[in-house]
């Protein structure tokens, strides 16, 4: 099966008073029909990572292609009918939400953008539904929800658009814990219900464990760990994963994150294992 996503050697940087390397040479697929999760600490590049896959940052270097051409630039150029079933889902919910616009005239926005590529028609309460949320929200501001309300209306804003790939960047962080894992399986069934791709990006990866089909590991800009996610969870290879799952908090409340990536770090988080990558 041929990828829809394809990302090569991709180098995104920033410049200011130094040059800061955000991304360093990453390169990742996505099938139809596959939930890839994306994993690593604050600052490791994972969101910046998922800016470029939709067109919000420019690549220094390398390449991202959405069923094998170049992801142009948003705001450049008028974009192609055919990038628009590429969505985003943000952590915080209020960078895509319009909080002069009804909720369901929002979604109805997602439901035009599917509409202009020649997909099936439907309604904002359909959406509602299937995010469990009432069809009375189609009324409601988003000011007026609560915010786990307010992302489950912007990832049906999303979905309404039936994307081919969905990218999620980080969008249960901000939830109560006890709906964390509901939302990140919902948004997994609906996005696998359309056929559709998941690029799901956590620090949590216990709940990546449950939806990712793959894991890709990252640590300061660099891919350390990659594959099956099962395997990944039952043998880690690289030792900045080993880091990161010893980390995860126990029921009797054990476990503590590891530190931020500094120079004091072990040199062995930063040292290439090449049996860690592409695991199966």
């Known amino acids: 099966m041929s990828a829809l996503l394809n990302v090569d050697d991709l180098v ?8 800061v390397r955000a991304v360093d040479g990453v390169s990742l697929s996505i099938a139809p029909g596959e939930v890839l999760a994306l994993v690593g600490e604050s600052g490791c590049g994972k969101s910046s990572l998922a800016r470029a896959v939709v067109g919000m940052e420019k690549p220094h270097s ?6 094998g051409n170049t992801v142009p630039l948003l705001g450049v150029r008028r974009r192609d009918k055919a990038f628009t079933s590429i969505q985003m889902v943000f952590q915080d919910p ?9 909720v369901g005239a929002q ?3 997602g439901i035009r ?8 028609g439907s309604s904002p309460e359909e959406w509602l539904e299937r995010v469990g949320l009432p069809t009375a929200m189609v009324s409601r501001y988003a000011h007026e929800l609560s915010g ?8 049906a804003r999303a979905l309404a658009a039936r994307p081919e790939l969905l990218v999620a960047d980080e969008p249960i962080s901000a939830l109560d814990a006890s709906s964390q894992a509901s939302v990140a399986d919902m948004m997994r069934r609906l996005a696998l219900d359309a056929g559709a791709g998941l690029l799901f990006i956590s620090h949590d990866l216990a709940i990546v464990r449950l939806i990712a089909d793959r894991t890709v590991v990252m640590y300061r800009g660099a891919i350390v760990e990659s594959g099956a996610s099962e395997r990944i969870w039952d043998e880690p290879a690289h ?15 054990r476990g503590m994150l590891p530190a931020a990536p500094a120079a004091e770090a072990p040199l062995s988080w930063r040292t290439p294992v090449p049996t860690a990558l592409d695991r199966v």
């Open 12 to 19: 995104v940087e920033y410049h200011g008073t130094s040059v």
């Open 62 to 67: 390398g390449s991202v292609r959405y069923r």
């Open 94 to 102: 209020n960078s895509s939400l319009n909080p002069r616009i009804k």
């Open 107 to 109: 979604i109805t926005e």
């Open 113 to 120: 953008t599917a509409l202009a590529r020649g997909e099936a």
């Open 148 to 155: 786990g309300q307010r992302q489950r209306v912007a990832i």
């Open 239 to 253: 030792p900045y994963t080993q880091a990161l799952l010893a980390a995860i908090p126990e029921p009797d409340g």
